[in-house]
């Protein structure tokens, strides 16, 4: 007879990284397992999170964004039947800790920060894909803006402004916040702003189905709701 596993792997994407580091002593008590979490902000490369279940890695549960999820159920690398989304995400600008707050509290202010801006950090995921393939063209100035950008993508934005090598960054709130040297995490303005669901789901090759389906219910349950908003987060369940 086979020993029972004593760990359980959790692959997420950085919007869930700090939710689920906080979550992590509650989950472990339910579960009755140590839980891994193997994390990654990375949108590209070798650290995505479906390359590394392409390339057969063995995880419990995947958290991303939910249209990735829907690819990795379509790809069998996630089952379909645990498919739950779990979290609303905003993007958040931030600058420098000793830098002043800049103002994006209207769309014009927001434009003028960016064109006043030396430069503007991004990232590979969904903050920066939405920001230079959506915004910049809503706001007609994509050619103003474009040359000063520097795509970011194998560490978070937060990291690059507080070396000081990007004026202003855009990221996920729930990925700035926990970030030292940076400050004025400030959400785009409603009329600009992303709300973006990230998912929760199975992986086809979880060697324990049936606890994976308890972590789901722990997560997107009552008791997991503090921490998730303490992170920068909105449960999906509070948000219906």
């Known amino acids: 007879m086979s020993e029972p596993i004593k760990e359980f792997r959790v692959l997420t994407s950085g919007a869930f990284t700090a939710a689920l580091v906080a979550l992590t ?52 690398l996630v089952l379909a039947a645990a498919y739950t989304p779990l979290v609303i995400s905003l993007i958040g600008m931030a600058v420098r800790q000793s830098a002043p707050k800049p103002d994006i509290s209207t769309v014009e ?31 007609h100035f994509a050619d103003a803006v474009s040359g000063k950008g520097r795509l970011v993508g194998n560490e978070r934005i937060g990291a690059v402004i507080a070396r000081g090598e990007a004026e202003i960054g855009f990221e996920q709130i729930s990925e700035l916040m926990p970030v ?58 509070a948000a219906a």
Do not use: M, W
């Open 180 to 237: 030292p040297g940076i400050a004025h995490i400030t959400p785009l303005p409603d009329a600009l702003q992303k709300h973006s669901t990230f998912s929760v789901g199975v992986a086809a090759r979880c060697p324990d189905i049936s606890v994976a389906h308890r972590a789901i219910a722990f997560l997107t349950s009552p008791a997991a709701e503090n921490a998730i908003r303490e992170s920068g987060l909105l449960p999906v369940r």
């Open 109 to 139: 202010a927001f434009r003028q920060t960016l064109l006043n801006a030396r430069s503007i950090a991004y990232s590979a995921s969904v903050s920066g894909r939405y920001l230079t393939t959506e915004l910049y063209q809503r706001l």
């Open 25 to 76: 002593p509650s989950l472990e008590s339910v579960l009755g397992k140590r839980v891994i979490a193997a994390s990654t902000s990375i949108g590209i490369g070798e650290s995505y999170i479906p390359t590394r279940l392409k390339r057969g890695e063995i995880a419990d549960l995947v958290i991303v964004a939910d249209d990735v999820l829907r690819d990795c159920v379509s790809d069998g």
